[in-house]
């Protein structure tokens, strides 16, 4: 668990909003930061296109790093609407194929937009990520859940996901900084035994590894970073640490600063 990576989403800015700066330019940042691993994101993709996907191959492959995951967010799996939920799942299937034509080892689709009351809210996310798992075993990339909203925010509710879509090829993505209202120690410990990749969020350098944080819907997402590495460690991770947010404006600085504190506080656990 000494591997560090880039989560893409820390260069949303840049990207997205100020255009200073595109995915193909990713990797290349990557590496200059001394990293050898990288995740995309699909907001950042132009373009689905052969011609596009060639060229964020080469850009990859001339930056010499590894793509462990694209984070896909869009699609909703727990529509009520049939048809809508089927048109989704169909365009979410084929972000299994960019990624096997960038390279990626896995891609994270998010369980849906809301929140799950019922037993048939939540069996529509289920057959939803059954489909999307042989999906992946046929294609040879891993499907990941992250705790990133719907029925992802209730660690119970990843347990029996992970429990009744029973494929291998399901695994996780936990996010240090996403666990909502004080389920971080719940959240983790259920989804550290099959993660795949992490997204590290540092908020402070706390040298007991608190970091607080409100979330854009205003609610707790603060955690005990030091703990969930903790969790991480006893549960034999060997993935990368992927950092998604760090202290300051400046995301390769802060991506530097984020590195060093956590490597602190893996020395301490």
């Given amino acids: 668990m000494d591997t560090f990576g880039i989560a893409g989403w820390l260069y949303h800015q840049p990207i997205l909003h100020q255009k200073t700066m595109t995915q193909l330019e990713l990797p290349a940042a990557t590496k200059a930061l ?16 052969a011609s596009y996907l060639n060229e964020l191959r080469q850009a990859i492959k001339a930056a010499g790093v590894s793509v462990r995951n694209i984070a896909v967010d869009m699609g909703d799996i727990s529509a009520a609407d049939p048809d809508r939920r089927r048109t989704d799942l169909e365009a979410l299937k084929q972000w299994f194929h960019v990624a096997r034509a960038v390279g990626s ?10 929140e799950p009351t019922t037993a048939e809210e939540l069996g529509r996310i289920v057959e939803s990520y059954q489909e999307l798992a042989a999906e992946a075993e046929h294609t040879g990339v891993h499907l990941l859940i992250e705790n990133h909203g719907g029925a992802s925010f209730d660690p119970g509710h990843v347990q029996g996901l992970l429990k009744t879509v029973g494929s291998s090829w399901f695994r996780t ?6 666990f909502v209202g004080g389920t971080w120690r719940d959240g983790i410990r259920v989804m550290a035994p099959t993660a795949f990749t992490c997204h590290v969020k540092v908020t402070a350098y706390d040298g007991a590894g ?56 893996l020395e301490a656990i």
């Fill in 34 to 49: 001394g990293l050898g691993v990288v995740e995309l994101c699909s907001a950042f993709f132009p373009s689905q296109s």
């Fill in 173 to 178: 993505c936990p996010d240090t900084g996403n």
């Fill in 105 to 114: 080892e896995a891609i994270r689709i998010n369980s849906g937009g809301s």
């Fill in 210 to 265: 608190q970091q607080p944080r409100i979330g854009h819907d205003g609610r707790d997402r603060g955690a005990d970073l030091k703990e969930i590495l903790r969790t991480l460690k006893a549960a034999d991770y060997r993935g990368p640490l992927c950092i998604e947010a760090g202290i300051g404006t400046d995301e390769a600085d802060s991506a530097r600063g984020a590195i060093r504190y956590v490597r602190e506080l």
